[in-house]
């Protein structure tokens, strides 16, 4: 499935309005919950980064 940066701005913006539906590019998707919604950003991120790379979150750990 191809994905847009649309359909990924969309989906952020739901989320952190903390609606359930996403509206982009004339089609609208009711998700059943907020960590659907996150789910799917992150196949949408996946799906839009450059071939070759992957998506780091980095981890900061207190050191002492």
């Given at each position: 499935m191809?994905?847009?940066?649309?359909?990924?701005?969309?989906?952020?913006?739901?989320?952190?309005?903390?609606?359930?539906?996403?509206?982009?590019?004339?089609?609208?998707?009711?998700?059943?919950?907020?960590?659907?919604?996150?789910?799917?950003?992150?196949?949408?991120?996946?799906?839009?980064?450059?071939?070759g790379?992957?998506?780091?979150?980095?981890?900061?750990?207190?050191?002492?």
């Amino acid at each position: 499935m191809s994905y847009s940066q649309a359909q990924l701005d969309a989906l952020r913006e739901a989320a952190a309005s903390g609606t359930t539906r996403v509206t982009y590019d004339g089609t609208t998707v009711e998700y059943r919950t907020l960590s659907e919604i996150l789910r799917m950003i992150r196949i949408v991120e996946n799906a839009l980064a450059p071939r070759g790379s992957s998506h780091v979150n980095p981890v900061f750990r207190r050191m002492g």
